[in-house]
Structure formats: C-alpha cells, structure tokens
C-alpha cells in the first residue's frame, strides 16, 4: 500500500509530541473493520497466531488488544493450506477479530526471556549467518534460509494485516562491516518486497531501520527507508546487547529522521521502563512477549505502581524487596512456599478473571502439581496487567504526565510497591 500517497492513512497521530521527539497518541486502523489499534500500544507475541495459554475467547478479554504479531518461522514453509484456503492468517487460526503483524527475525533460537520476539538473531558469533542469500530461520524442520521471493511468496499466502521486510538483524555486538553489509541487504528486499506486493493485497508494509549500534549507519538507514514507498517502521536491533543510554540515543537519532505521521514499531524489549523509554523516545508500537515469559516462569506481573485500586497495596499480595528469586520488584513468583495456603488473590485490584475468582495459593497448587491451567490462569492476569500498563502509558501521554508514571515505576522497582 502506498504511505505518503494513501488519501485515507491507517495510521493517524492524533496527539503530537510537544517536540521533534517525544511521547505521542495514535491510531492504526491496520484493516477495514477490525478494532483500531490505540497507541503507544503492545503488539503479542505470538505461536502460529496464538497467544500461548490463551484461547481466543480468553484472548478477547484482554484489554485494549487489537493486533497480534505473528512470527515468519511458524507456518514456513508449509503454506500449501493457508495459500488453498485463501481467507488469510486471521481466518485458518479463527481469530477474525485482531489484525496480524507479520514480522521476520533471524535464528538465534527462542529468545523468551528477553522479553521480545519468539525467534531472534542473539550474538556476534552468529554473523556469518548474514548474506545475501537469505536469513537464517528455525523452523519445525530444521534451520533453513529463506531468500526475499521466498518470503513474499509467503507473505502473499499468509496474507497477514501488515508485515515487515526482511533483514538481516543486526545486533549491537555486530562489527561495523557486518551492520554495513546488512544495511545494503535490507535496503535491497525492502525494494523487492515492495516490487513483489500486489497493489490491490491491502497489505501494509514495515521497513526495517537497522543500523546497530553505529548511530551514523542508524540515521543513513532511516533516511533510505524514508525514501521508499512504505507505510510505517520497524526498528529493529534492539535488546540485542546495548546498553539503556545507548538504546536511547540510537532511538532519538532514529526517530528525528522519520516523518511524523508513520507508525514506528519496536521488537525485542519489554520491560516496563524498557517501554516507557521507547514511549519517550515516540516510539508507537512495541512488539513482546513479556508477560508470556513472566507466566511461563511461573511469576504473575504485579503492577500496583499503576494504581488501579487503593486495595491493591492493603489487601493484595505484597511483594517483598530483595528476595532472590525475584527478577524484579514487579513480579511475584508464585512457586514460592509462602504462597501455599495464601487465599488472597494476585492483586486484589485486578479486574481480570484470575483475580476475581482464584487465589494465588490454587495457582500455587496448580504450579506445584504441573497443570496446565497454572499457566492459563497466570497468562490471564499477566496479559491484562501489561494491557492495563499501556493503557496507563496513553492516559499519562494525553494528560502530559508520563514522567509522573515513570517515577512512580522506578518507585516501585526501588522499593518494592
Ligand atoms: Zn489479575
């Protein structure tokens, strides 16, 4: 679809930054009928379509969620069936009701704990996977290269909502003649993606700015991708080695040379303050899997700095600073034997069906005896908490008080409330 020249925009900044760079409100209407996408918004993770642990009626009593991102290695390359059934991604995994991101990073193997995407490239002794023949998938049979004509052909049968180019991801450990390399090679399959998307497929196209951590390759990337005929970005390379205040700089030079109306999407962090910095920096759209690794670790996300309810901080789970088992002052680990006979609820403010009808001391039990509903229990809560949080975000970007939110995090990281 064409960006500059579409008379009706998908994507609308209906709240500007005060500055060149700065937090702002948006919309992402990515398909005729589906729910608008609010921004700063959260983009799922997904496996083949699906949330883990939720199903789709679970799934659509999340808050605040539109749009799922859907991982090029998961139906590659057996797409005979999506192609013969020719209704989309949406329709063969009976979610008619968000829109599909359909995003292409490397191997590097399931990347979970980093709070990003299912599949990613990690290190710099993975460099050699760059070149020009493809990048590197891992795929249910096997490790495989997937060229650029491979991967419109697979775009065009999934037939997803929006979907990013392919590139080779650079992380920041990369030399500069790798991320150089990779700058030309992704610059090269944005042209052929866009040569090869048919006119009439709706399809929204993602260019990637890479660039690692070299803020001179980050702004020429920028700057070329702005010159193609594309609908919105994908930053790509981040929570791949580089440090906070270097994440932050990269993105502040990115974003200044990206025009201000095109979404502008994130993958590869999560983390609460992770986000709010990308928020800062106007950053639109932030691809994780967070709260999935948090369930899958059997920790349940507790974000009373939100203020959701006053309860939350009298009758709810306390957390309890300096516990070492604890990632962060913002999760509980529900494994914990404190909790075994503990009848409260996760968060006595939450709102979600785990709260209102369990306690922690069942999921506990469930943890302990290994049924699966532990994790579909804990995935309920910990989606709706996230969801709750970018909420909270675009409340606090219209209001012009995200600082108050942010020092209310670093509160609750500090001091455990
Ligand atoms: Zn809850």
Redesign the pocket.
Known sequence: MAGASDPHPWFMVVHEAAAAVGPRLGRAAVKPGRGEVATPGWLPATRKGCVPHLTPDLLARVPHLDALQLPLQDFYPDTAALRGFGKGVGAFVVDPDHSFFLTAFADGGAAPERGGCAVREVTAHEEGTIAKEGVAVRTGGGRTVVGVAAYMDHVLALGPDAFASLAPEISCLSSRKQTQKAHELTLQWLDTCLQRLPRESGMRVLGVVGGGRHVDLRVRSAQETVKRNVDGFLLSGFGLGESFAERETLLAAIVKELPPHHLRMVAGVGAPLEVLQCVEQGVDLINSAYPTMATELGQALNFSFLGVSAAAAEGGVQIQVGRPYMEDALKVNVRERAYKLDPR???LG?E?Y??THHSIGYIHHLLSTHEMLASVLLNI?NT??YSLFFEAIRTHVRAGTLGELKRRLLDALKHGR
């Open positions: 609820p996760i968060s939450c979600c785990t709260c809560h709706h908490q």
